[in-house]
């Protein structure tokens, strides 16, 4: 069983910046990063696959936040950077230790193991 502990959350204006980082217990195929705001269903964020270094974003994020890893530390980050207020959620990175579809990389179906989720709070 991998463990995932998120980390690195909290309050930011609009227009800032925060780093989550993402260390997982044991070895995944992939890590990725889900987000939840109140009342709306888990978001897919993007995700990284480490054989390869390949990495996905959602539309939504693309162009503001990176994510980037440490193979060495099983150590996923997800730098944020111009912060909106539609950025407020719970975070998640939940890892993936089987290999993964192309297409199935948005669905939180597709991993196996969760973080229990950090709060970014960007403020107006």
């Known amino acids: 069983q991998v463990q995932v502990v998120e980390s690195g959350g909290g309050l930011v204006q609009a227009g800032g910046s925060l780093r989550l980082s993402c260390a997982a217990s044991?070895?995944?195929?992939?890590i990725g990063w889900f987000r939840q705001a109140p009342g709306k269903e888990r978001e897919w964020v993007g995700a990284i696959r480490w054989s390869g270094g390949w990495i996905l974003y959602a539309d939504s994020v693309k162009g503001r936040f990176t994510i980037s890893g440490d193979n060495d530390k099983n150590t996923v980050y997800l730098q944020m950077n111009n912060l909106k207020p539609e950025d407020t959620a719970v975070y998640y990175c939940?890892?993936?230790?089987?290999?993964?579809?192309?297409?199935?990389?948005?669905?939180?179906?597709?991993?196996?193991?969760w973080g229990q989720g950090t709060q970014v709070t960007v403020s107006s």
């Open positions: 939940a890892g993936r230790v089987g290999l993964l579809p192309y297409s199935d990389y948005g669905s939180p179906k597709s991993y196996d193991y």
């Open positions: 044991g070895r995944t195929y992939a």
